[in-house]
């Protein structure tokens, strides 16, 4: 069953930048998206239009069917009805979401209390059930903010988005700032949560690797679009899209000497959303575009079964066209020459392997 559908869904701020450009997703109950991208490529704008959380000013243009009602033509009333019952959202750090001058226990009950669902009593108890729910100590509910770790923080933010019993949740970069140990426990938390309640998430992140790991499905957004979308796995691995393939390629691998020694990134800054360049927004970046990405845009194109990418080298190779650059799973071939390690033949160069073995020798 559909629980979320977006349909060329739009968002233009007060300004003029164009944040989010003919967004088109679907989400199924019981399951999880990822959606990637750099800094200021537009999703969070996503997730915030989502609830109708944008500031005053912000056009907004398109469908968003939650359930198979559309949030944007919902009255206020109703609006503020779905928030945190039918659709709920972790923001981004927790540092800045928690009211400092409120114990976190009131907070997590606030949203309890406002849709009606209990009395002062029933919504303490609620509070720490939840809190348990999510690792914590019923007892921390009389803490404040500044009183509780990182991860603390980050577990009650998804404590008080479960407050309400919502269908689908919200992530946005749910692990920023946090050590790899903690962040390690809110995955599998969130991942848990969504195992044991069915509920759908989508969940934001710059990291390809987390999302892969995390999501059944994985969005990668440009300039406020959906450049590459498909199952998760399988866009991290095989990019099709040169900007996706970029960012798969960005994080270094354990094992994989091409990764380690040549780490791979992208050169420039994402465009302004208020002077977007003509054609392909990313051609000015883009180490394989042709003339024609110059001047036209290009659209989804099917990359593969459910799977699609926004280039106009998809399906090239069918015709003998180029082949795509390889992708951090498929790295033959990106290496040197000389005495370098082939990529992709498991082995080392012989001056790391006795720097390693010296290493290992010395612990």
């Not at 928690?98 to 949203?111: F, W």
């Not at 920023?176 to 426990?185: E, G, K, S, Y």
Request: net charge negative; glycine share 12%.
């Amino acid at each position: 069953m559909t629980l979320l559908d977006v349909r060329d869904l739009t968002v233009t701020y007060a300004g003029g930048a164009a944040a989010v450009r003919g967004v088109d997703l679907r989400l199924e109950a019981g399951r999880k998206l990822g959606i990637a991208g750099e800094s200021g490529c537009g999703k969070s704008t996503l997730a915030l239009a989502l609830l109708r959380l944008l500031p005053a000013g912000t056009r907004v243009g398109g469908k968003i069917l939650l359930d198979g009602e559309d949030v944007l033509a919902m009255k206020w009333g109703r609006v503020r009805a779905v928030r945190w019952a039918g659709a709920s959202i972790v923001f981004q750090g927790a540092m800045h979401s928690l009211n400092p001058v409120h114990r976190i226990g009131d907070q997590i009950a606030e949203p309890i209390l406002l849709h009606g669902r209990a009395t002062a009593a029933t919504a303490r108890k609620r509070t720490g059930e939840l809190l348990e729910q999510v690792g914590l100590p019923a007892a921390r509910a009389s803490a404040y903010p500044h009183e509780l770790s990182g991860g603390q923080r980050q577990r009650v933010m998804i404590a008080m988005a479960l407050a309400c019993d919502p269908r689908l949740i919200i992530a946005d970069e749910p692990t920023t700032a946090l050590d790899v140990m903690i962040q390690a426990q809110i995955l599998r938390l969130i991942e848990q949560l969504v195992a044991d309640q069915g509920v759908g998430l989508i969940m934001i992140s710059h990291d390809l690797a987390v999302l892969a790991d995390t999501c059944d499905r994985l969005a990668v957004m440009y300039a406020g679009r959906v450049v590459e979308e498909g199952p998760a796995g399988q866009v991290y691995e095989s990019a099709r899209h040169p900007y996706a393939r970029a960012l798969s390629a960005a994080f270094p691998r354990i094992g994989d000497p091409s990764s380690r020694f040549a780490p791979r990134g992208l050169p420039g800054d994402p465009p302004d959303p208020a002077a977007l360049p003509a054609g392909c927004t990313f051609h000015p970046r883009c180490p394989v575009a042709l003339d024609s990405c110059a001047t036209e845009d290009q659209p989804l194109r099917e990359a593969g079964p459910d799977w699609r990418a926004a280039c106009v080298r998809v399906g090239s190779n069918d015709d003998g066209g180029p082949e795509p650059e390889p992708g951090p799973g498929n790295t033959a071939g990106a290496a040197g020459s000389g005495d370098a390690t082939e990529p992709g033949d498991g082995t080392e160069p012989e001056a790391v392997r006795a720097s390693e073995e010296a290493r290992h020798s010395a612990s």
